[in-house]
């Protein structure tokens, strides 16, 4: 008895014979698929049980079980049909393009004589007939497609559910391609990811990995390999590819401190912490836009200021924060032992964290273990240039622009954010403290710090989801500034301005804020504002109680120059910021020469106009400040 989960997983013998077979039956007799109205229908919708919804594909698809089939009538090999499936390569004249005359092609003839559509035009020519070509896909009844359970014990979509939505976004977003006439490389590129996720849904139907989210090893080999391959895409000779292999080894130890590249320069506060983390039970960490600060938990007191290094993910224990930056291929570590306050030259014991990330501008994240030298390819993309935030427990990752937390381990979904109700958009972030924005910033503009009303207790549910009808579903959807920790009554989630707990906003914010974060357990939050902390202590059932507040403006002697302010001429706004974006630090400052002052190379030549060496008058004046500070 043929079933329709044979169609993707059908021995190989048969495969083609069987896949023919069900397709005519999802056909029917008339050789129309089922009549609906949308892309997917459930089976149980349909009169006829014999057969299932389905899913339209825009182009032609390639079954992996049948690449020998159609390898074997058309005189290629299997590794050929899937390159031109997939537009790594295409057909002319009847012939394979191989690797040593593609480069000669361009990208628009790939695009009209590749995918399935010039292996369908080929099987015609040669065998009469395209039957080993899919244009529908069956899709299994509920019954066959097994949810999974998340480490809060709730069903989550299973492996085939996952499968049958990425296939249904990649195809969606082909669609949208051919509709826009987007240049052919994007829609090639988008097609490579709509045959990948069939692929991967026929493996995941037969309980198999998926073929291109296998881990691989970054042994030395593979880290040769991809210097070449930088290489070459730079136009650099053989001679560089050991600089670039030194560079890559290099990149699995973590760094000596750098400067961080001074994106934020005029337009933040130096003590607006873009980013807040609890430190065991007594100390929080804040990554300020040019220094690192810890501070006690109870008196606000300060432990110490170190310069920031440029970070896209943050991981955080009792002992240790690990900063992590994409690169051009591997991402840099840097970590900061929390007890002494200093970075670190190499591991030292410390077992490296588990992290997801991309190369920069690319949207293919992997999750990396440099402990073990491991990457493993995520099925989905992800954004280009921003980063994810690692829960406090380090298992569970959220990925900027994304929409589920997964577990790190395995990338099951352990919570959708679209199930959270949205009342309307998010506060806005809050960048100065009143009274230290530029001349430009009206002091009542909403980025302004502080603000005269407190957090209030959020809507009830139904309310909620009342506003949410209202309100503009695609507006600030992003907001980066997300917390959540696995809690003894489920995932504790803090988005869009709201913490929710078992998906019910228990705490609304209404003003604007800077970060937020949670502890292990979910039974704090910290929400960072310009210069001050609000700590609120979570009940067992997850009501917020009264905020506790800390200000560190008091502090700011050790990374801003308010204190020589009005007493050095020509220490103006800019000045300040130059000179804390290169050192982070006071201390740091202290202990520059006359000459490091001076300098204003290190920047990008993008920000070469904002940054320009400074007067070897005004830097000397500027220390002497300094020393004097310090006697003081």
């Given at each position: 008895m043929l079933r329709w989960r044979d169609f993707f997983c059908p021995d190989d013998a048969g495969a083609a014979e069987l896949v023919r077979s069900l397709g005519a039956r999802l056909l029917g007799s008339d050789g129309e698929p089922p009549a609906s109205a949308g892309e997917v229908f459930d089976i149980a919708a349909h009169r006829d049980l014999a057969r299932p919804g389905h899913i339209c594909s825009p182009e032609p698809l390639v079954h992996p079980r049948l690449r020998p089939r159609i390898a074997a009538a058309l005189g290629l090999t299997p590794a050929q049909v899937a390159a031109v499936a997939r537009f790594d390569t295409c057909i002319l004249d009847g012939e394979f393009v191989g690797p040593d005359r593609l480069p000669t092609v361009d990208y628009d003839v790939i695009a009209d004589n590749g995918g399935g559509a010039a292996l369908r035009r080929l099987l015609i020519d040669r065998t009469g007939s395209d039957d080993f070509l899919l244009d529908h896909i069956p899709v299994l009844p509920a019954r066959e497609r097994p949810p999974a359970l998340s480490d809060a014990g709730e069903p989550v979509p299973g492996a085939i559910d996952r499968a049958y939505e990425r296939l249904i976004a990649a195809l969606a977003v082909h669609r949208r391609y051919l509709e826009l006439r987007v240049p052919c490389m994007m829609r090639m590129?988008?097609?490579?990811?709509?045959?990948?996720?069939?692929?991967?849904?026929?493996?995941?139907?037969?309980?198999?990995?998926?073929?291109?989210?296998?881990?691989?090893?970054?042994?030395?080999?593979?880290?040769?390999?991809?210097?070449?391959?930088?290489?070459?895409?730079?136009?650099?000779?053989?001679?560089?590819?050991?600089?670039?292999?030194?560079?890559?080894?290099?990149?699995?130890?973590?760094?000596?401190?750098?400067?961080?590249?001074?994106?934020?320069?005029?337009?933040?506060?130096?003590?607006?912490?873009?980013?807040?983390?609890?430190?065991?039970?007594?100390?929080?960490?804040?990554?300020?836009?040019?220094?690192?600060?810890?501070?006690?938990?109870?008196?606000?007191?300060?432990?110490?200021?170190?310069?920031?290094?440029?970070?896209?993910?943050?991981?955080?224990?009792?002992?240790?924060?690990?900063?992590?930056?994409?690169?051009?291929?591997?991402?840099?570590?840097?970590?900061?032992?929390?007890?002494?306050?200093?970075?670190?030259?190499?591991?030292?014991?410390?077992?490296?964290?588990?992290?997801?990330?991309?190369?920069?501008?690319?949207?293919?994240?992997?999750?990396?273990?440099?402990?073990?030298?491991?990457?493993?390819?995520?099925?989905?993309?992800?954004?280009?240039?921003?980063?994810?935030?690692?829960?406090?427990?380090?298992?569970?990752?959220?990925?900027?622009?994304?929409?589920?937390?997964?577990?790190?381990?395995d990338f099951l979904p352990q919570f959708d954010l679209d199930e959270l109700p949205r009342p309307g958009p998010p506060p806005a972030r809050a960048l100065w403290r009143r009274g230290e924005q530029p001349p430009q910033v009206d002091p009542h503009d909403p980025t302004v710090f502080p603000f005269t009303a407190e957090p209030v207790p959020a809507a009830a549910p139904q309310e909620a989801e009342e506003d949410a009808d209202e309100s503009d579903d695609d507006e600030e959807d992003d907001d980066p500034r997300i917390a959540f920790a696995l809690a003894h009554d489920g995932f504790r989630v803090f988005w869009r301005g709201a913490l929710h707990v078992r998906r019910v906003p228990v705490l609304r914010l209404e003003h604007p804020f800077s970060s937020v974060a949670l502890d292990r357990a979910g039974e704090r939050l910290l929400v960072a504002y310009p210069g001050e902390l609000a700590l609120y202590s979570l009940g067992h059932d997850g009501a917020p109680g009264p905020a506790r507040r800390l200000s560190f403006t008091r502090h700011a002697h050790a990374v801003t120059l308010a204190a020589l302010r009005g007493q050095v001429p020509g220490l103006d706004r800019a000045v300040e910021m130059q000179l804390l974006s290169r050192f982070g630090t006071v201390d740091a400052l202290r202990q520059a020469t006359v000459e490091q002052l001076s300098r204003a190379d290190g920047f990008p030549p993008m920000l070469e106009d904002e940054y320009r060496p400074l007067p070897a008058e005004l830097a000397q004046a500027i220390q002497d400040a300094l020393r004097g500070l310090s006697r003081q």
């Amino acid at each position: 008895m043929l079933r329709w989960r044979d169609f993707f997983c059908p021995d190989d013998a048969g495969a083609a014979e069987l896949v023919r077979s069900l397709g005519a039956r999802l056909l029917g007799s008339d050789g129309e698929p089922p009549a609906s109205a949308g892309e997917v229908f459930d089976i149980a919708a349909h009169r006829d049980l014999a057969r299932p919804g389905h899913i339209c594909s825009p182009e032609p698809l390639v079954h992996p079980r049948l690449r020998p089939r159609i390898a074997a009538a058309l005189g290629l090999t299997p590794a050929q049909v899937a390159a031109v499936a997939r537009f790594d390569t295409c057909i002319l004249d009847g012939e394979f393009v191989g690797p040593d005359r593609l480069p000669t092609v361009d990208y628009d003839v790939i695009a009209d004589n590749g995918g399935g559509a010039a292996l369908r035009r080929l099987l015609i020519d040669r065998t009469g007939s395209d039957d080993f070509l899919l244009d529908h896909i069956p899709v299994l009844p509920a019954r066959e497609r097994p949810p999974a359970l998340s480490d809060a014990g709730e069903p989550v979509p299973g492996a085939i559910d996952r499968a049958y939505e990425r296939l249904i976004a990649a195809l969606a977003v082909h669609r949208r391609y051919l509709e826009l006439r987007v240049p052919c490389m994007m829609r090639m590129a988008q097609w490579e990811r709509a045959q990948d996720a069939f692929d991967a849904l026929c493996a995941a139907i037969a309980g198999e990995p998926d073929p291109r989210a296998r881990p691989f090893a970054m042994d030395d080999d593979w880290l040769e390999r991809r210097a070449a391959d930088l290489a070459h895409s730079r136009g650099s000779g053989p001679d560089s590819v050991g600089a670039y292999a030194s560079h890559l080894h290099a990149a699995l130890r973590p760094a000596p401190p750098s400067p961080p590249l001074p994106r934020h320069a005029y337009h933040v506060d130096p003590l607006t912490p873009l980013v807040c983390r609890f430190i065991g039970d007594d100390a929080v960490l804040l990554v300020l836009p040019h220094a690192v600060v810890v501070l006690d938990a109870t008196a606000g007191d300060l432990r110490f200021a170190v310069p920031a290094v440029t970070s896209d993910v943050l991981a955080v224990t009792d002992d240790h924060a690990v900063f992590v930056a994409r690169g051009d291929l591997l991402a840099g570590v840097h970590v900061l032992d929390l007890r002494r306050g200093v970075y670190q030259a190499d591991w030292d014991g410390l077992a490296p964290p588990v992290f997801p990330m991309a190369p920069y501008k690319s949207d293919e994240w992997c999750v990396y273990d440099y402990g073990h030298r491991l990457a493993r390819p995520l099925p989905d993309p992800g954004n280009y240039k921003e980063g994810a935030v690692l829960g406090p427990c380090l298992r569970h990752a959220w990925i900027e622009g994304t929409r589920r937390i997964f577990r790190l381990t395995d990338f099951l979904p352990q919570f959708d954010l679209d199930e959270l109700p949205r009342p309307g958009p998010p506060p806005a972030r809050a960048l100065w403290r009143r009274g230290e924005q530029p001349p430009q910033v009206d002091p009542h503009d909403p980025t302004v710090f502080p603000f005269t009303a407190e957090p209030v207790p959020a809507a009830a549910p139904q309310e909620a989801e009342e506003d949410a009808d209202e309100s503009d579903d695609d507006e600030e959807d992003d907001d980066p500034r997300i917390a959540f920790a696995l809690a003894h009554d489920g995932f504790r989630v803090f988005w869009r301005g709201a913490l929710h707990v078992r998906r019910v906003p228990v705490l609304r914010l209404e003003h604007p804020f800077s970060s937020v974060a949670l502890d292990r357990a979910g039974e704090r939050l910290l929400v960072a504002y310009p210069g001050e902390l609000a700590l609120y202590s979570l009940g067992h059932d997850g009501a917020p109680g009264p905020a506790r507040r800390l200000s560190f403006t008091r502090h700011a002697h050790a990374v801003t120059l308010a204190a020589l302010r009005g007493q050095v001429p020509g220490l103006d706004r800019a000045v300040e910021m130059q000179l804390l974006s290169r050192f982070g630090t006071v201390d740091a400052l202290r202990q520059a020469t006359v000459e490091q002052l001076s300098r204003a190379d290190g920047f990008p030549p993008m920000l070469e106009d904002e940054y320009r060496p400074l007067p070897a008058e005004l830097a000397q004046a500027i220390q002497d400040a300094l020393r004097g500070l310090s006697r003081q």
